[in-house]
């Protein structure tokens, strides 16, 4: 079993090469399939976020799976190499415990991540490519999380990204309530941001999404509208401020859209969060005037705020996972001796099995069951001790004293005085 994990995120990358290797959830199920069955990994979990990709797995062969990453978003392998960390074993295990733990977010001990982690896990399980060393892997990493959040103030004085989306349209707007807002997606990252703007009472909420079914289902619970996004060109002057997070691959606000939407609104200015990776916004439309664009990168300093009152917290965390880390390796490390112990059971049952036909036959001539017994015993207690004994007669001088250790502790003999 070897562990491997590797990837970008947030402090290694910028949002232009993270969102060149994000992966939508629509084909990650072929994604994990392909990493698996092309032979680079044995089993494998993509964890892709805002701010991460991320690869988990079990592979013979390091260099092949970073190969696949580059090769599958049809990119030179050169173009991501700077940005790619490489964990093995212990970095790997480490590394999933503060990840879930909040300590690799941008937004210190911020909650998302965890259920971000799990539904990755849950995909890999229905992708089929979620093996025993991951489960284990993951079981492991949800428990110290937990341990983590339950146990330290990591989650104290919280700033989150929907947060941080209010406290900067409120340096636009004198007051969000006057305001109309559009919210283009309906998954958990703009549910977050609705419940905080819907806090503020603004004038009007549009909900837009590809599908009309889960853009009424969200619009209800913040007493908005909905439409679906192609209604958007039509829908888009009429809203002030604009939070924008689906998984499409390709941008849903293009600058002539924008530009469109500006000339109805008289230049009235139009505020723009875009959480999305890869972007929903063309990256053009931040350089049209009155508009005020925002992407998850743009947001780190304001999420900053708060955050010494966690740092105290986070050498706690540190502790707990790290006792983690070394509870896990152990196991690790346990699983290399299994094939040994079973061949030496098998070996054991060989010598059982051959023994009793002996003694079945001994039964069988009329031999007394005691004789019978007592051969039984002898003869199976021989054979259990020849190997070990003939090692020990045999043994170079500079070998016997570690082949005597190694007999004490196997079979806790206490030599006499």
């Known amino acids: 079993m ?3 994990t590797f990837g970008i995120n947030h402090q290694t990358a910028p949002l232009a090469v993270r969102e060149q290797i994000a992966f939508n959830v629509e084909t990650l199920d072929s994604a994990l399939r392909d990493l698996v069955d092309n032979g680079a990994a044995k089993e494998a979990t993509i964890l892709s976020t805002c701010n991460r990709t991320e690869v988990y797995c079990n592979t013979n062969d390091p260099a092949h799976t970073v190969d696949w990453l580059a090769a599958y978003h049809h990119l030179p392998a050169s173009e991501i190499e700077p940005y790619l960390y490489r964990l093995p074993q212990e970095q790997a295990v480490k590394h999933a415990f503060r990840v879930a733990s909040g300590l690799e977010s941008m937004v210190l001990g911020e909650p998302q991540i965890l259920g971000q982690m799990k539904q990755a896990v849950r995909q890999a399980e229905q992708a089929g490519t979620l093996g025993f060393l991951l489960h284990k892997l993951f079981q492991r990493t949800f428990s110290v999380a937990k341990d983590v959040r339950t146990q330290t103030e990591i989650g104290a004085n919280l700033v989150s990204m929907a947060a941080a989306a209010v406290k900067l349209a409120e340096r636009i707007f004198p007051s969000i309530g006057d305001q109309r807002v559009l919210f283009i997606g309906a998954g958990e990252m ?10 503020r009472n603004p004038k009007h909420i549009t909900v837009a999404n590809r599908t009309l079914e889960r853009a009424q289902a969200l619009a209800r619970r913040i007493n908005g509208h909905a439409i679906t996004l192609t209604e958007l060109p039509e829908q888009l002057a009429e809203h002030d401020i604009i939070v924008t997070c689906t998984a499409s691959p390709l941008p849903i606000l293009g600058k002539g859209m924008v530009e469109r939407a500006l000339k109805q609104r008289k230049h009235r200015p139009l505020f723009i969060v875009d959480l999305a990776v890869p972007r929903d916004v063309e990256k053009e439309v931040a350089e049209l005037s009155d508009v005020f664009l925002y992407t998850v990168d ?3 300093e304001v999420v900053r705020d708060g955050l010494d009152a966690r740092q105290g917290a986070v050498k706690e965390a540190e502790v707990i996972i790290d006792s983690g880390v070394n509870e896990f390796i152990h196991w690790m490390q346990s ?8 061949t030496l059971r098998d070996h054991a049952e060989r010598q059982r099995r051959h023994e009793m036909e002996k003694a079945m036959r001994m039964l069988a001539k009329g031999d007394s069951p005691e004789k019978v017994i007592e051969a039984f015993g002898a003869a199976l207690t021989n054979k259990f001790l020849h190997a070990p004994t003939q090692t020990l007669n045999q043994a170079q001088a500079n070998e016997r004293e570690a082949l005597l250790d190694a007999v004490h502790r196997i079979y806790h003999l206490h030599t006499p005085e």
């Open 190 to 199: 703009i549910e977050l941001n609705a419940v905080h703007f819907a806090a």
């Open 298 to 300: 743009d947001l780190s």
């Open 335 to 342: 699983r290399g001796v299994v094939p040994t112990i079973r």
């Open 2 to 4: 070897q562990l491997f």
